[in-house]
């Protein structure tokens, strides 16, 4: 049998991807984790005083800390297995990688271990976000002394 | 079963065709003509579908909702509606917000009868809304 000939069959016996059905699973657990997102920040401009600009803090910080403690639990496991982007595109998403990412290397130790595997996976988050920020920003400063938009 | 579900959701999607403004103004110790001037500003301004008016001496609180499908223009809206009664009264001290947290506690205001209490809720949502961080 001849590469070409395996592939072929490999292709027929592989079930197809339901690609519709992923889709719409992460487009659904997506929108019930944002509707929770939601409802947590209202809950800040309703009962604390956080206005719409500073309450977005302090529900990022909340939805995190939620996943976190869901990873450790192992219950993160199984929505990201039903989900998929569903549950990783969220900043929920951030807090199961990091937190996920310290048990694997739990074994290793605390300092090789836990400490060097923690920001494996979300380190490159934190580069290419404040890069990027910090690139927006420069952008933005630039407009601003232009006179072309406010602050 | 897919009948009840539709059926579930056709006042939720109904709700959002109704087009009435809802703006309510109170104020302690303010003349009238003020209130039907900063009324009618408020409700010329067609983005908006809820405006909340408080007034007290010579601080108004004006928090407005913009409608969801132009909220990328909120901001816009605001300043624009914050020039125009500045504009009109040089005397007051006016703060135009369309933040929600503004919303809810100037609707609870509105009910609120003792005036040094309105006036210290009034200062303390300014100090709130300069917050930045």
């Known amino acids: 049998m001849d590469p070409q000939e395996y592939q072929q069959i490999e292709q027929k016996i592989t079930p197809p991807t339901p690609y519709f059905k992923n889709a719409l699973k992460a487009f ?47 219950l993160y496991r199984k929505l990201g297995a039903f989900a998929g982007a569903g549950s990783a595109v969220p900043v929920t998403g951030f807090g199961n990688a990091v937190v996920s990412a310290a048990i694997e290397g739990r074994t290793e130790g605390w300092v090789l271990g836990v400490g060097s595997n923690m920001f494996k996976l979300a380190g490159s988050v934190i580069l290419f976000g404040v890069g990027s920020a910090f690139f927006i920003a420069l952008i933005k400063l630039i407009l601003v002394s232009m006179g072309v938009v406010e602050w | 079963m897919k009948k009840l579900v539709a059926l579930f959701f056709v006042p939720l999607f109904l709700i959002g065709c109704s087009n009435e403004q809802t703006i309510e103004i109170s104020g302690v110790s303010t003349d009238e003509v003020k209130k039907v001037e900063i009324e009618d500003m408020i409700r010329n301004s067609k983005e908006v579908y809820s405006g909340t008016a408080i007034m007290v001496n010579n601080e108004l609180l004006v928090a407005i909702q913009v409608k969801p499908w132009l909220g990328f223009k909120e901001q816009k809206v605001e300043k624009k509606l914050q020039k125009e009664i500045e504009e009109k009264y040089p005397d007051l001290d006016v703060l135009v917000s369309s933040d929600y947290k503004m919303h809810w506690e100037t609707q609870k205001l509105l009910e609120e009868g003792d005036s040094t209490k309105v006036t210290e809720e009034v200062k303390k949502l300014k100090s709130l809304a300069k917050e930045e961080t």
């Open chain 1, 28 to 74: 659904l657990v997506g929108g019930i984790i944002c509707t929770i997102g939601q409802a947590i920040t209202y809950l800040y401009i309703i009962f604390f005083d956080f206005t719409d600009k500073t309450a977005g803090n302090a529900t990022v910080a909340t939805m995190v800390f939620i996943a976190m403690v869901l990873t450790g639990l192992g």
